[in-house]
């Protein structure tokens, strides 16, 4: 079975699933039937590949599937609170199915239209995951935008991670143990060691991005942000929230106002420049000085630019 189907077949498992308990011969029924194994020409799917699937799904999207062994012998998921699904796995399941589909079929591209923004680097995501699974040390060099400069690394991987279109390794540096995130973009020259590590301290990635936005944490205390949207702008923030804890806080007849718990990083403040005038900060003071202080240095370049 192919090596970059098996994102397709995790969704599709999880899918059959989540409507319902199913035994082995309903899933290999469902899978077979499924538009995306027909589209592959893939015309089996065994008892043992859906086992290791089973194992994969739980560590790669906290999905635990376990099978009644009593009576039909049904495979079912074992039913959490809904506060509990991880999103960020639901993003990267969804993520995926989606870029295999096109990337598979060549002739969607009359039909489908993705940003052609596309991230680059996702040719070692497999590689990646593997690494991830099997605590296996990676090497590999990587390039800094900053000053231009490539750099050899010996990382001990744990996550990968989106974040405005583009993913990255979050990795432990052995050189000074400092976790750090890696554009899977200006990596190169990657190498899966076959030596394993241990982590000499335990992470909880989730808290440790929780009050993050985007790739980026201070590990510095959250702070209590609140933004004044018009009516239009915001239906398109209650739809995709920009953070996990934003809130309603209040709303009018022709604005809405936002509260966020989170630590304002550059990435924040520059997806709220996005937004242009529909969206104003309204606390707290350091923020709004902060917007104002880059709105006038954008204004001051147009400004020189036109006494040119």
Do not use: C
Request: net charge neutral; proline share 4%.
């Amino acid at each position: 079975m192919k090596k970059d189907f098996y994102l397709t077949r995790y969704a599709l498992i999880i899918k059959r699933l989540e409507r319902s308990p199913a035994t082995y011969p309903e899933i290999e029924s469902y899978l077979l039937s499924s538009f995306e194994f027909q589209d592959a020409n893939i015309t089996g799917y065994s008892i043992r590949t859906l086992q290791r699937d089973i194992k994969d799904i739980a560590n790669l999207f906290n999905f635990d599937i376990h099978n009644k062994k009593k009576g039909d012998n049904r495979y079912y998921i074992e039913s959490r609170p809904v506060m509990e699904v991880d999103e960020y796995n639901q993003r990267l399941l969804e993520s995926f199915q989606i870029m295999n589909a096109v990337n598979s079929q060549p002739d969607l591209a009359q039909f489908v239209y993705p940003e052609t923004r596309t991230p680059r680097g996702i040719q070692n995501f497999y590689d990646l995951l593997f690494a991830i699974r099997n605590k296996r040390i990676l090497e590999f060099r990587h390039f800094k935008y900053k000053d231009q400069s490539i750099t050899s690394r010996k990382v001990h991987p744990m996550a990968l991670k989106e974040s405005k279109d583009r993913w990255y390794l979050i990795a432990q540096d052995t050189k000074d143990d400092k976790l750090k995130a890696f554009g899977l973009d200006r990596i190169s020259d990657l190498t899966v060691s076959k030596a394993g590590f241990r982590l000499q301290q335990k992470f909880n990635l989730k808290d440790h991005f929780r009050n993050a936005f985007g790739i980026m944490n201070l590990e510095e205390e959250p702070e209590k942000v609140i933004i004044q949207s018009t009516r239009e702008q915001a239906e398109y923030l209650k739809s995709s929230p920009l953070h996990h804890s934003q809130q309603i806080r209040k709303e009018t007849d022709q604005l809405v106002y936002f509260e966020y718990d989170l630590y304002p990083t550059y990435d924040f403040i520059q997806e709220l420049l996005s937004f242009g005038n529909q969206v104003k900060v309204i606390e707290p003071q350091m923020l709004i000085e902060k917007v104002k202080e880059l709105l006038e240095k954008s204004f001051r370049q147009y400004d020189d630019a036109s006494q040119k």
